[in-house]
T-cell receptor
Framework: GAVVSQHPSRVICKSGTSVKIECRSL??????MFWYRQFPKQSLMLMAT?????????EQGVEKDKFLINHASLTLSTLTVTSAHPEDSSFYIC??????????FGSGTRLTVV | GNSVTQMEGPVTLSEEAFLTINCTYT??????LFWYVQYPGEGLQLLLK?????DKGSNKGFEATYRKETTSFHLEKGSVQVSDSAVYFC??????????????FGKGTKLTVNP
């Protein structure tokens, strides 16, 4: 079946540095990729939607200059958290939608900013 | 906007017990409905779905029926196993006027099944 590889699974970084999270569709082409943030005991909150080759569409309240999304190919999207602060600590999950319309999720990245 | 409300957990059951996790939604029209499951340390996996009213989705012994009268999509399983321990998310697919779509999730319900 469709597989999405997300890494790193865990990352600890110092406040003020930037962190890049990668999301790859391994055996299918992802026309659209989604980035979510999951808080403890909370739902997945959609941060942005990206289509290959075009700028990402950010949800209301999400800072596009802080959360940089690149979707340069049909199999790779990246999320870069710039100038990270402790409040950015969270669980980030990507999801890829295939041409057939199905959604496949990555296993998530636990970001801790110290 | 559209929203999904599901029962809060955590839910703790003994093996072979009956499971119900309630889910209701608010939406314009009749969106497709989904249940996703997240096992510890893994990403979300599609468990089952229903695309129109009265459809019943089923998989691995789990079932959910799309009820437009009550705007509900409750998840049920007749006899749970320890391996069913996970977090379960109810979701709907929302289409925007611009033609794009996205999933809207409930908060998730953590299920623990004890032997």
């Amino acid at each position: 079946g469709a597989v999405v590889s997300q890494h790193p699974s865990r990352v600890i970084c110092k406040s003020g540095t930037s962190v890049k999270i990668e999301c790859r569709s391994l055996d299918f082409q992802a026309t659209t990729m989604f980035w979510y943030r999951q808080f403890p005991k909370q739902s997945l909150m959609l941060m942005a939607t990206s289509n290959e080759g075009s700028k990402a569409t950010y949800e209301q309240g999400v800072e596009k200059d802080k959360f940089l999304i690149n979707h340069a190919s049909l199999t790779l999207s990246t999320l870069t958290v710039t100038s990270a602060h402790p409040e950015d600590s969270s669980f980030y999950i990507c999801s890829a939608r295939s041409l057939g319309g199905g959604y496949t999720f990555g296993s998530g990245t636990r970001l801790t900013v110290v | 906007g559209n929203s999904v409300t599901q029962m809060e957990g955590p839910v703790t059951l003994s093996e072979e017990a009956f499971l119900t996790i309630n889910c209701t939604y608010t939406a314009t029209g009749y969106p497709s409905l989904f249940w996703y499951v997240q096992y510890p340390g893994e990403g979300l996996q599609l468990l089952l779905k229903a695309t129109k009213a009265d459809d019943k989705g089923s998989n691995k012994g789990f079932e959910a029926t799309y009820r437009k009268e009550t705007t509900s999509f409750h998840l049920e399983k007749g006899s749970v196993q320890v391996s069913d321990s996970a977090v379960y998310f109810c979701a709907l697919r929302e289409r925007t006027q611009g033609g794009s779509e996205k999933l809207v999730f409930g908060k998730g319900t953590k299920l623990t099944v004890n032997p």
